[in-house]
């Protein structure tokens, strides 16, 4: 079992920056590929970031490419999205997925999700 809790969201000015954290309980946090994906009012959930279990391959939307990047801290159990340029498309709930194994990218294919935590990017 684990359990995804995220943070760091919260009110921010376009242009401006963010860093979100996804923090993993359990002791098998390394063998999970993790994402990220929003869904913003009236609108799908989508995929925003993937991160491999070891860190090594990293997967974006187009929509974000060169303004966000994703992270992992394997001894943390922590995965991060650092979001630089932010423009208020970008307003939704950010949630975390973990993947067991390698990232498939498939929604329904996420083994664990977090609550979300919201961010809104004022223009």
């Known amino acids: 079992q684990v359990q995804l809790v995220e943070s760091g969201g919260g009110l921010v000015q376009a242009g401006g920056s963010l860093r979100l954290s996804c923090a993993a309980s359990?002791?098998?946090?390394?063998?999970?590929?993790m994402g990220w994906f929003r869904q913003a009012p009236g609108k799908e959930r989508e995929f925003v970031a993937a991160?491999?279990?070891?860190?090594?391959?990293?997967y974006y939307a187009d929509s974000v490419k060169g303004r966000f990047t994703i992270s992992r801290d394997n001894a943390k159990n922590t995965v991060y999205l650092q979001m630089n340029s932010l423009k208020a498309e970008d307003t939704a709930v950010y949630y975390c997925?973990?993947?067991?194994?390698?990232?498939?990218?498939?929604?329904?294919?996420?083994?664990?999700w977090g609550k979300g935590t919201l961010v809104t990017v004022s223009s």
């Open positions: 997925a973990a993947e067991y194994g390698n990232w498939s990218g498939d929604y329904y294919g996420m083994d664990y």
């Open positions: 359990g002791r098998t946090f390394s063998s999970y590929a």
């Open positions: 991160i491999s279990w070891s860190g090594g391959n990293t």
